[in-house]
């Protein structure tokens, strides 16, 4: 398991995962509060084929060895939707009315991001 690894495509594909997973997470959120659930299932499923693009790319096993790496990956993924739900639940108390659009929090009223 180790030795085909790509340490550095496992480091870059949890960053990626990580971020990618953020806007998806504030969509997830505006779904939830929104009350649709094609648009909830859709902003947590999309970005799937990406992690496991990123796991494939840095070499990880699909057996019972690469499960913990594969683990992290999960990780990555659930931190990053849970961030991004995190930023518009702070962008909807500061009255942004942010949308299905993470980019508010860089063109909202106060022209700061959170």
């Given at each position: ?25 504030f ?12 648009e ?12 496991i693009?990123?796991?494939y ?33 702070k962008?909807?108390?500061?009255g ?19």
């Amino acid at each position: 398991m180790v030795k085909t690894m790509n340490i550095q495509w496992f480091t870059i594909g949890l960053i990626v995962t990580f971020f990618v997973n953020m806007p998806f997470g504030f969509w997830r959120a505006h779904a939830k509060r929104t009350g649709s659930k094609v648009e909830w299932a859709l902003a947590v499923h999309l970005p799937v084929p990406l992690v496991i693009l990123m796991r494939y790319l840095a070499g990880l096993s699909w057996n019972l060895e690469g499960a913990p790496l594969i683990l992290v990956f999960v990780l990555a993924y659930f931190l990053g939707q849970r961030t991004g739900g995190r930023l518009y639940i702070k962008a909807h108390e500061r009255g942004l009315n942010p949308g299905r659009s993470i980019a508010v929090l860089w063109s909202g009223n106060s022209g700061e991001a959170i």
